[in-house]
């Protein structure tokens, strides 16, 4: 229902910054009522929510992101985004876009995952 592609993964140094972007479209579709999550999965780790943001703007983080990362959305170009800075090796792996409405209880809509490499 909802497409999602994310970009701006790559290698970085430990202490270095990225900015990774997730474009959404659709069939008639806006984030403006949409609720939109950022997760991550490491090689041989469960997958793990890092970052949401509400329609209303309200944002939550997990621990390890709390002080480093960003969440943030550009309602007019269907766009949110993940500032990580001070990043760490243990911030390495594949970083998923996430959206769902609202009033939805999950994330439905994924993206095809943009890789982040931490070297020390």
């Known amino acids: 229902q909802v497409q999602l592609v994310e970009s701006g993964g790559g290698l970085v140094q430990a202490g270095g910054s990225l900015r990774l972007s997730c474009a959404a479209s659709?069939?008639?579709?806006?984030?403006?009522?949409?609720?939109m999550g950022w997760y991550r999965q490491a090689p041989g780790k469960q997958r793990e929510l890092v970052a949401a943001?509400?329609?209303?703007?309200?944002?939550d983080y997990a621990d390890s992101a709390k002080g480093r990362f960003t969440i943030s959305r550009d309602n007019a170009k269907n766009t949110v985004y993940l500032q990580m800075n001070s990043l760490k090796t243990e911030d390495t792996a594949v970083y998923y876009c996430?959206?769902?409405?609202?009033?939805?209880?999950?994330?439905?809509?994924w993206g095809q995952g943009t890789q982040v490499t931490v070297s020390s």
């Open positions: 996430a959206a769902k409405n609202w009033h939805a209880s999950d994330f439905r809509s």
């Open positions: 659709g069939s008639a579709f806006r984030i403006n009522a949409m609720d």
């Open positions: 943001i509400t329609s209303g703007g309200s944002t």
